[in-house]
């Protein structure tokens, strides 16, 4: 086969695994979501605000997890809420509040998301 031939199978069969792509469960995902932390600054935390597949969408949604459904607790959502968290979690450093000693991130913005940032202020 040709380096042409095989390039357009390779994507082609990438465009058909993207589309067999299939959410997780809340459960499958171990999402939780506990209401003490609805009040916390979401800048400080492991929290779907700060995931980079977490979208403010409809009121929250994940790339990678359902919204419907009970978290892990029992608890029944439509949302993925900004204080939850789940297994699949990433950080966005764009929102994140950095933690990290200067001499970890040198080329760190350490005044960059310094605002105290609420679920109420997300909503």
Not at 91 to 113: C, F, I, Q
């Amino acid at each position: 086969m040709t380096d042409i031939g095989q390039k357009i199978k390779e994507a082609a069969g990438a465009v058909d695994n993207l589309t067999k792509f299939k959410k997780r469960s809340k459960l499958q995902a171990s999402y939780i979501e506990y209401d003490k932390f609805s009040d916390s600054n979401l800048h400080e935390g492991y929290f779907c605000y700060n995931c980079i597949y977490w979208m403010n969408q409809g009121g929250g949604k994940c790339m990678l997890v359902e919204n419907e459904g009970q978290d892990v607790m029992g608890k029944a959502s439509e949302v993925i809420a900004p204080h939850g968290c789940c297994g699949a979690y990433e950080a966005n450093y764009d929102k994140l509040h950095d933690t990290r000693t200067p001499s970890e991130g040198l080329a760190v913005d350490a005044e960059k998301n310094k605002e105290r940032i609420t679920t109420a202020d997300v909503v």
